[in-house]
């Protein structure tokens, strides 16, 4: 399965896969080097398919728990002053995507979207210190009646140009549902209360919409 946020580029890319493979076949005549662009060819068709995958995951809402809103690597776990929302310290967890993870994004906690919004921004390397907030990102405030109100922030790194972000204030919003996408490579913080036991450590992968990042 496929996400729908990568149908026009998946179907963009097949056509120039197939135009591709065909033109070699009629125009170079060494084999070895006709065989070697059909090869990139499809293996950039595979890539394409690889990133816009969204796998089927069954997860159910548990409102005593958060769940990581992204597949990728745990790269901080750190106390930070947040000043957009919160204006306080807040405990934050940020995992890193690469090209190769599914890119689809999940609400950490089921409730009612009390803030979304977009941010123009620079595009530095996801893992820099600053692009938390210079980057491109969205910030989405979710109320849960466990945690309270849960942030995460969808930011766009060096590679990712464009960010989906489905959330609309005054949605009623499902735990493990699609909440957005990031393409190309990116990273999601999520800020929890500081004394939020968490269920996950620094430099551990996780899967969006599966792996519990801290609960009650």
Request: proline share 4%.
């Amino acid at each position: 399965m496929f996400h729908k946020e990568g149908q026009k580029i998946i179907l963009i890319t097949l056509f120039l896969v197939v135009a591709a493979s065909l033109l070699a076949d009629y125009a170079i005549t060494n084999p070895y080097f006709r065989r070697g662009v059909i090869i990139a060819a499809v293996a950039l068709l595979i890539m394409v398919l690889q990133f816009f995958r969204n796998p089927k995951r069954n997860f159910l809402p548990n409102d005593s728990q958060i769940i990581s809103p992204v597949d990728g690597k745990v790269v901080v776990i750190e106390e930070v002053f947040e000043k957009e929302f919160y204006n306080e310290k807040r405990l934050q967890v940020s995992v890193f995507m690469s090209p190769l993870n599914v890119h689809v994004t999940r609400y950490p906690v089921s409730g009612k979207v009390i803030l979304s919004k977009y941010h123009p921004g620079k595009f530095l390397v996801a893992w820099h210190p600053k692009s938390s907030e210079e980057n491109e990102r969205t910030t989405v405030v979710v109320n849960n009646e466990a945690f309270g109100n849960i942030l995460y922030r969808q930011i766009a790194g060096a590679l990712a140009k464009r960010i989906v972000n489905y959330a609309k204030e005054g949605q009623v919003v499902t735990q493990s549902s699609d909440s957005g996408f990031i393409k190309f490579g990116s990273r999601v913080d999520v800020f929890l209360p500081l004394g939020t036991k968490l269920d996950i450590t620094l430099n551990q992968n996780v899967k969006g919409g599966i792996t519990v990042l801290a609960s009650k």
